[in-house]
């Protein structure tokens, strides 16, 4: 399989853990995105990548979040002190920058469930 | 900032039947793109159709195309001889045109049911 790889697909938490989610994007991807996702809503835009560089946070990243691409190849995506209110789909997608000619076409993976008890 | 709105939370169609989804969006920028995506029950999204807003030509993808009317800021898809496949939900996206920035922003869904 060549896609956007996520894991784990589900965790339960108690509140207070901390949780951690990889993302393994299409390898020749040079950008990475992660999107939250709540029952019954659409996605919400997290942070990106370009490489390894993280060039932009949402302001729904609060400090508790912190998210990851050492090597330019997958990232991590780390919630510390989960609360209830975390409890969410965790989707990434990555895309091959084209420079001038433009954006790719954004390739999702098939998430990460959140549950916090 | 740039919003995305879908007023249909559930849409139900006749296999082989036709079924539009509307999507209205807002924004001030002149040069966006839209999008419409799929995301099939515990399956990974994907994209369906794209629309570069300086086209006037609407864009088509076999069974599905869309209606873009940028002076309404609308921009709905329709979906041809629906399919049992078609089942899921589906997401209107907008995403600027200014280089270099890809985030996507989101409505909040059409479910789509395909009754046989």
């Known amino acids: 399989d060549t896609g956007v790889s996520q894991d784990p697909r589900h965790k339960i938490t108690k509140r207070g853990q901390n949780v951690t989610f990889r993302c393994d994007p299409i390898s020749e991807h040079n950008r990475l995105y992660w999107y939250r996702q709540t029952l019954g809503q659409g996605p919400e835009f997290l942070t990106y990548f370009q490489n390894e560089a993280q060039l932009e946070k949402s302001r729904l990243l609060s400090d508790r979040f912190s998210a990851e691409r050492p090597k330019g190849s997958f990232s991590t995506l780390e919630i510390q002190r989960t609360e209830q209110g975390d409890s969410a789909m965790y989707l990434c997608?990555?895309?091959?920058?084209?420079?001038?000619?433009?954006?790719?076409?954004?390739?999702f993976g098939e998430g990460s469930r959140l549950t916090v008890l | 900032a740039q919003t995305v709105t879908q007023s249909q939370p559930e849409m139900s169609v006749q296999e082989a039947e036709t079924v539009t989804l509307s999507c209205t969006y807002d924004?001030?920028?002149?040069?966006?793109?839209l999008f419409w995506y799929k995301q099939p029950p515990s399956r990974q999204m994907i994209l369906v159709i794209r629309?570069?807003?300086?086209?006037?030509q609407n864009a088509t993808e076999n069974r599905f195309s869309v209606n873009f009317q940028k002076a309404a800021k609308s921009f709905s898809l329709k979906i041809s001889d629906s399919q049992l496949g078609d089942a899921a939900m589906y997401f209107c996206a907008y995403r600027t045109g200014i280089q270099g920035a890809q985030k996507l922003v989101f409505g909040q869904g059409t479910r789509l049911t395909i009754n046989p």
């Open positions: 997608a990555s895309s091959l920058n084209l420079g001038l000619a433009g954006a790719g076409e954004l390739f």
């Open positions: 629309q570069e807003a300086y086209k006037q």
């Open positions: 924004t001030s920028e002149s040069d966006y793109y």
